[in-house]
């Protein structure tokens, strides 16, 4: 074995044996934001096997106060987030398996992106998609490492199928759009992001070599501004809810009639629209078609109409981010206008 992972070999709870279990393990990042660029980071310098990365975004400046593995060359590229970094990390670690993958991740897509996973890391800004990992994990049976932060709060915690309360017998419902704060209304500070994400990573590492002793029980809720560190113990709430999903087995997220085409995206003033049978747009075709309609730029992964008031971000599987609106109406009629169904 290398010198690469000699002082992660040398510390007690992995050792070679650690190591070498991990060397065969996949992991899968959903969300590559604050959370994921630093979980992204750690776990590629552990040496797993192979890291899956899926993000639906690209990368705009305010992200480069937290989101630690972008920078200012990838804006001008407009890379999408998982694509920047992979590049970037496969720099780091040439030696393992890292997958970029720009989608949304829904009922259709899951199952092809979550099937081998060791461990699912939550890296998501949304509970739409956190309950779908979630409903999607506690059926398989694969561990999952919840994170969310705003502000100067962080929240982390390990749901590990039948053995730990799962996300929804945690949290009942999905909180209505607008009564959560966002990281778009209520800003956030980089150091929070980095340390639930490094707890994250923490608790990932154990699961995969398979320390499962070693993990974490309970909710983490972190206030760096307060400096207030809690454990919110959760053990006995799985035995005595009745909860939908590990309960009674009724994953409703994984329906596909439930799944809507349009989606707001929270606080970003944008609307998020999914082809409805996944289309294959040839962009070089799009950007002719369109040059006398705005101002176009395409690469291979996205292609971007710039209008007077909307911008229209549309990706090779005909999804498309209407930046200018958070009508889904408003979005839709652009996208038939200029994209068509
Ligand atoms: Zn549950």
Redesign the pocket.
Known sequence: MSERYARQILFYGIGREGQKILEEKTAVLVGCGALGCTSANLLVRSGIQCLKIIDRDYIEESNLQRQSLFDEEDISKNLPKAVAAQKKLQKVNSQIQIEAIVADLSPSTLESILKNANVVIDGTDNFETRFLINDYC?KEGIPWIYGACIGSIGLTMNIIPSKT?????VLESIPPVGATETCDTEGIIAPIASMIASIQAAEALKILTENYDALNKGLVKIDLWLNEIKKLHTEDI?EK?D?????QHHYEFLSKDRYSTTTSLCGRNAVQILHPNGSKLDLEKLAARLEHVGEVSFNSFLLRLKLDKYELTVFPDGRSIVTGTNDASVAKGLYAKYIGM
């Open positions: 506690v309360p799962c996300l929804r017998c799985r809810s909860c939908i999903t590990c309960k």
